[in-house]
């Protein structure tokens, strides 16, 4: 059974970097497009971006909101993919999910993606 586990949440300042981590297991890594996604209170789960799996180059997609700012890697060898926050503002407060799912494509719906993360919090301060 494939898992995901983000890790690398925290309280970071206005302006300031952070950077996520996800460890997957229970699958071919490497044939899995991962997805990362946030979650602010009392707002829908948002696609924050995406890297497809390396069949396809391992091409990357973000949303509006986080493009120029977020960076998504991914090491096959750790089974692992990374969101590099940069700029950080109070408004990426939020839950931030790793998901992942099968297929070439990175896709920015929540329903696309099966497999899904505990989720890690994400704090900016002004």
């Known amino acids: 059974q494939v898992q995901v586990v983000e890790s690398g949440g925290g309280l970071v300042q206005t302006g300031g970097s952070l950077s996520l981590s996800c460890a997957f297991s229970g699958g071919t890594f490497s044939i899995y497009t991962m997805g990362w996604f946030r979650q602010a209170p009392g707002k829908e789960r948002d696609f924050v971006g995406g890297i497809s799996w390396t069949g396809t180059g391992g091409r990357t997609d973000y949303g509006d909101s986080v493009k120029g700012r977020f960076t998504i890697s991914r090491d096959n060898a750790k089974k692992t993919v990374y969101l590099q926050m940069n700029s950080l503002k109070p408004e990426d407060t939020a839950v931030y999910y790793c998901?992942?799912?099968?297929?070439?494509?990175?896709?920015?719906?929540?329903?696309?993606?099966?497999?899904w993360g505990q989720g890690t919090q994400v704090t900016v301060s002004s």
């Open positions: 998901a992942a799912k099968s297929g070439q494509l990175v896709k920015t719906s929540v329903t696309e993606y099966k497999y």
